[in-house]
């Protein structure tokens, strides 16, 4: 699907869609539960159906609802073969391949996209060296069988946290007690903290000392019966990057200020780049510097807890002036898209001055983009820069694929539309 998108300003109220890292966790907890869970999330997206998809492979009943959906717990009883389609979700596939582990159940894992190119190691290992016989990396569809047995997991946690999460929600069903010791370089800590909160709302106990989590085997999940899901940081960036671009200004409502979300970062990184921002009880309203006499500047970024905003960060920065330096952002070569390339390929095709470091992008900005066609690159957080950059563009912006958008917010363009 080909999309054209306008230039011009944005403002206006969008709704934050509900966060995705969070559904994952409050779907897959639910699963494992004592009694049924109601999840208060309206609005779901291909991710979030890939999670639920699966799960109901592994025995759970999921229900949708008007206000979200009702999950009934697995049935502990089914000892068949599940075959579970996981999309192009890479939180699907990584958290739930050492839940299956754990089930001790054979189970094979469907796989789209870049899904399956995107690294195992050293989850992959861990796992094989506690009891699992797996497929060959890479390997689509991809098998995993075996007993999955307590002890002592040590992973390298510079590739992905999702490996850490996987195993939180794994190893508390074990017999005996575990340990998980991280070394290297700790990238995305908060969506880790995420899990260990969705974890304690589920009577689930862990106990991070120094670089190590303490993880007791023969728990049980057990259901607070509610979770509201907060609002999508992650995506509510977008609409906040552009009402810092040009414009009135954007309010984003239902976003949680206390959020344990990493991508909550977006209102400090905007007040560094010298956009206006106020926040409310629940909302956050972001205008431009030159509504109020003043103008974006360049700025350094540490990517390491940030990966999913380095998208939208590069168009803010195409609209600053001065030099603007993304560092610390090596592992966004291996997401839906390698989005060093892909960020750089799209900004410079609609006219921005930017080039890839070795680990990140250096974007000299302060210029008005001309426009032009670009490529989604099959990733939805490229598509919907794409659409935010047009804001800086003199002509439109035609997006190929865009229904990219689809994986994390199906509702994207629509929105925009409101806002013109």
């Known amino acids: 699907m080909d999309i054209k998108v306008m230039p011009g300003s944005l403002s206006g109220t969008v709704n934050a869609i509900p966060s995705k890292s969070q559904t994952h966790r409050a779907l897959i907890c639910s699963a494992l539960a004592d009694v049924p869970t109601h999840i208060k999330c309206e609005g779901t997206s291909r991710d979030i159906e890939a999670t639920?998809?699966?799960?109901?492979?592994?025995?759970?009943?999921?229900?949708?609802?008007?206000?979200?959906?009702?999950?009934?717990?697995?049935?502990?009883?089914?000892?068949?073969?599940?075959?579970?389609?996981?999309?192009?979700?890479?939180?699907?596939?990584?958290?739930?391949?050492?839940?299956?582990?754990?089930?001790?159940?054979?189970?094979?894992?469907?796989?789209?996209?870049?899904?399956?190119?995107?690294?195992?190691?050293?989850?992959?290992?861990?796992?094989?060296?506690?009891?699992?016989?797996?497929?060959?990396?890479?390997?689509?569809?991809?098998?995993?069988?075996?007993?999955?047995?307590?002890?002592?997991?040590?992973?390298?946690?510079?590739?992905?946290?999702?490996?850490?999460?996987?195993?939180?929600?794994?190893?508390?069903?074990?017999?005996?007690?575990?340990?998980?010791?991280?070394?290297?370089?700790?990238?995305?800590?908060?969506?880790?903290?995420?899990?260990?909160?969705?974890?304690?709302?589920?009577?689930?106990?862990?106990?991070?000392?120094?670089?190590?989590?303490?993880?007791?085997?023969?728990?049980?999940?057990?259901?607070?019966?509610?979770?509201?899901?907060?609002?999508?940081?992650?995506?509510?960036?977008?609409?906040?990057?552009?009402?810092?671009?040009?414009?009135?200004?954007?309010?984003?409502?239902?976003?949680?200020?206390q959020s344990r979300q990493g991508d909550r970062a977006i209102l400090e990184l905007l007040s560094k780049f010298g956009a206006n921002v106020v926040q409310g009880s629940s909302t956050v309203t972001v205008s431009s510097a030159k509504q109020h006499g003043g103008k974006l500047s360049g700025i350094e970024i540490d990517a390491r807890d940030i990966p999913d905003l380095v998208p939208v960060l590069s168009v803010v920065a195409a609209a600053a002036e001065g030099t603007t330096k993304v560092y610390n952002a090596g592992r966004l070569r291996g997401k839906e898209s390698d989005r060093l390339a892909a960020v750089t390929d799209t900004l410079s095709r609609l006219g921005a001055d930017i080039h890839e470091t070795g680990d990140g992008l250096i974007i000299n900005g302060g210029v008005t983009l001309t426009g032009g066609e670009v490529s989604s690159w099959g990733d939805h957080r490229i598509a919907m820069s794409a659409a935010i950059a047009a804001v800086l563009c003199s002509e439109p912006v035609i997006i190929t694929g865009a229904e990219a958008v689809n994986k994390s917010y199906p509702g994207f363009f629509k929105e925009r539309k409101k806002l013109v």
């Open 52 to 257: 639920a998809s699966c799960l109901t492979a592994l025995g759970a009943d999921i229900r949708s609802e008007m206000s979200g959906c009702v999950v009934r717990p697995r049935n502990s009883d089914d000892n068949g073969e599940p075959a579970l389609h996981c999309g192009e979700s890479g939180s699907t596939f990584r958290f739930l391949l050492p839940v299956a582990a754990a089930l001790g159940r054979k189970t094979e894992f469907k796989l789209e996209g870049r899904l399956s190119e995107r690294p195992l190691s050293p989850l992959y290992e861990e796992l094989v060296r506690h009891g699992c016989t797996l497929s060959s990396q890479g390997s689509n569809p991809f098998f995993i069988e075996g007993q999955l047995a307590p002890g002592s997991y040590s992973l390298d946690v510079g590739v992905s946290s999702q490996f850490i999460s996987g195993l939180l929600f794994a190893l508390p069903l074990l017999d005996g007690d575990s340990e998980i010791n991280m070394t290297g370089r700790i990238e995305s800590l908060p969506y880790i903290e995420l899990t260990v909160a969705m974890l304690e709302k589920f009577g689930i106990k862990t106990e991070l000392k120094d670089i190590t989590f303490l993880v007791p085997g023969g728990q049980s999940y057990r259901s607070p019966r509610i979770i509201t899901v907060e609002g999508d940081w992650s995506n509510a960036a977008f609409w906040l990057a552009a009402g810092a671009i040009d414009g009135n200004g954007i309010t984003c409502t239902g976003l949680d200020i």
